[in-house]
């Protein structure tokens, strides 16, 4: 989760990371159909309220230039839709007074017979791993006694949007801009006692860079002692923690707007992690436990320390001082970060893999 100085992440409720190392340990599970994709984006356009199990997103096929372009997942689910390995589509937290689970009226769901039961007495969050430009629910109170509101903050705690709940009929709440993406919602009730539901969360994101340089055994980047990452992951090396780790690009590439920062996942927990800048090159670097991926190495920018579940957020210093970007010019970001305790290859260090970044 993006460092947030409005979002309490401490002490929540992780619904998918424990889950994600056996996702990544089991890359099939990540290739799902096309069709299914299509009906997915035909679902969420509103032809049809179907929730579909199992909506993973497809890997992309890397671009002929090795560089993939970044993905805009269209992720459609309800809050049945685990698959065997017990693990969402979509990373997320729970903070507060919610869980998922049967309503206690009966049939009171969208979809399936689950819903994400939000009760009474305390605030309540939904925290994206990855911020979204896209966010939609189907939202329901039970009865005109219960009233509830709902409020989405992007990434600095400042709010996008703002809906009331209605009584007795399943809304709609539906948000699509990707200058104003969501990091979390936060639900409050004015009843201490009764609950809403919320039902077939879809949700969509896109990045500002193209990533390259993964050892997931995919493309022309080895790693030093074999040890790639799942097949299509787009992730670094593998690390201690049985997976890669993953730069992303968030935000735009207007350097005017000053908005992009980078988010890693993937992490050693509580290990530091350095953002490193440089020029773009096709070549690399077999290095510690996993391959440097930057030309002539432009600038060391700001160190972050990974919190409990392995994420970090970085690029704040970007804009700052000499050798910052400018329109036009092209930069690869990559992580550099400590792995001291059960190092893969022993070398006690690893890196992400990179995002090229095309500066407007």
């Given at each position: 989760?993006?460092?947030?100085?409005?979002?309490?992440?401490?002490?929540?409720?992780?619904?998918?990371?424990?889950?994600?190392?056996?996702?990544?340990?089991?890359?099939?599970?990540?290739?799902?159909?096309?069709?299914?994709?299509?009906?997915?984006?035909?679902?969420?356009?509103?032809?049809?309220?179907?929730?579909?199990?199992?909506?993973?997103?497809?890997?992309?096929?890397?671009?002929?230039?090795?560089?993939?372009?970044?993905?805009?997942?269209?992720?459609?689910?309800?809050?049945?839709?685990?698959?065997?390995?017990?693990?969402?589509?979509?990373?997320?937290?729970?903070?507060?007074?919610?869980?998922?689970?049967e309503p206690p009226i009966a049939n009171f769901t969208h979809g399936?017979?689950?819903?994400?039961?939000?009760?009474?007495?305390?605030?309540?969050?939904?925290?994206?791993?990855?911020?979204?430009?896209?966010?939609?629910?189907?939202?329901r109170d039970p009865n005109q006694d219960i009233k509830s509101t709902?409020?989405?903050?992007?990434?600095?705690?400042?709010?996008?949007?703002?809906?009331?709940?209605?009584?007795?009929?399943?809304?709609?709440?539906?948000?699509?801009?990707?200058?104003?993406?969501?990091?979390?919602?936060?639900?409050?009730?004015?009843?201490?006692?009764?609950?809403?539901?919320?039902?077939?969360?879809?949700?969509?994101?896109?990045?500002?860079?193209?990533?390259?340089?993964?050892?997931?055994?995919?493309?022309?980047?080895?790693?030093?002692?074999?040890?790639?990452?799942?097949?299509?992951a787009f992730e670094g090396c593998m690390n201690s923690t049985g997976?890669?780790?993953?730069?992303?690009?968030?935000?735009?590439?207007?350097?005017?707007?000053?908005?992009?920062?980078?988010?890693?996942?993937?992490?050693?927990?509580?290990?530091?992690?350095?953002?490193?800048?440089?020029?773009?090159?096709?070549?690399?670097?077999?290095?510690?436990?996993?391959?440097?991926?930057?030309?002539?190495?432009?600038?060391?920018?700001?160190?972050?320390?990974?919190?409990?579940?392995?994420?970090?957020?970085?690029?704040?210093?970007?804009?700052?001082?000499?050798?910052?970007?400018?329109?036009?010019?092209?930069?690869?970001?990559?992580?550099?970060?400590?792995?001291?305790?059960?190092?893969?290859?022993?070398?006690?260090?690893?890196?992400?893999?990179?995002?090229?970044?095309?500066?407007?």
């Amino acid at each position: 989760m993006p460092t947030n100085r409005s979002n309490p992440a401490s002490g929540t409720h992780r619904e998918s990371r424990s889950c994600r190392t056996s996702r990544r340990a089991t890359p099939a599970s990540r290739t799902r159909s096309a069709a299914r994709r299509v009906f997915a984006a035909v679902a969420l356009a509103g032809a049809s309220t179907a929730a579909l199990a199992n909506d993973l997103v497809v890997p992309l096929t890397p671009a002929e230039d090795g560089l993939t372009p970044s993905p805009l997942p269209l992720i459609l689910f309800d809050f049945e839709d685990k698959d065997d390995l017990g693990v969402y589509p979509f990373e997320f937290r729970l903070d507060g007074q919610l869980d998922i689970g049967e309503p206690p009226i009966a049939n009171f769901t969208h979809g399936g017979a689950q819903g994400l039961i939000v009760h009474g007495g305390a605030t309540s969050r939904v925290l994206f791993t990855v911020p979204v430009e896209t966010v939609e629910f189907f939202w329901r109170d039970p009865n005109q006694d219960i009233k509830s509101t709902v409020t989405a903050y992007d990434i600095h705690g400042d709010i996008v949007f703002r809906a009331d709940g209605r009584p007795e009929i399943w809304s709609l709440v539906h948000h699509s801009d990707p200058a104003r993406t969501v990091s979390y919602l936060e639900f409050r009730m004015e009843s201490t006692t009764g609950f809403t539901v919320v039902d077939d969360l879809g949700v969509a994101h896109r990045e500002a860079g193209r990533t390259f340089c993964a050892g997931d055994g995919v493309g022309s980047v080895g790693c030093p002692c074999n040890n790639q990452s799942a097949s299509g992951a787009f992730e670094g090396c593998m690390n201690s923690t049985g997976e890669g780790a993953r730069v992303h690009a968030l935000g735009t590439a207007i350097v005017e707007r000053r908005d992009l920062s980078l988010y890693v996942d993937g992490l050693p927990a509580h290990q530091p992690v350095m953002l490193l800048e440089g020029a773009p090159t096709d070549d690399y670097l077999l290095f510690r436990d996993g391959a440097l991926c930057l030309g002539s190495l432009t600038r060391r920018l700001d160190v972050a320390v990974a919190d409990a579940s392995g994420t970090a957020s970085l690029g704040a210093e970007i804009f700052d001082g000499l050798g910052a970007p400018t329109a036009g010019e092209t930069r690869d970001y990559q992580c550099w970060y400590r792995d001291p305790l059960l190092s893969v290859c022993g070398s006690g260090s690893n890196f992400s893999q990179a995002q090229r970044v095309d500066w407007l």
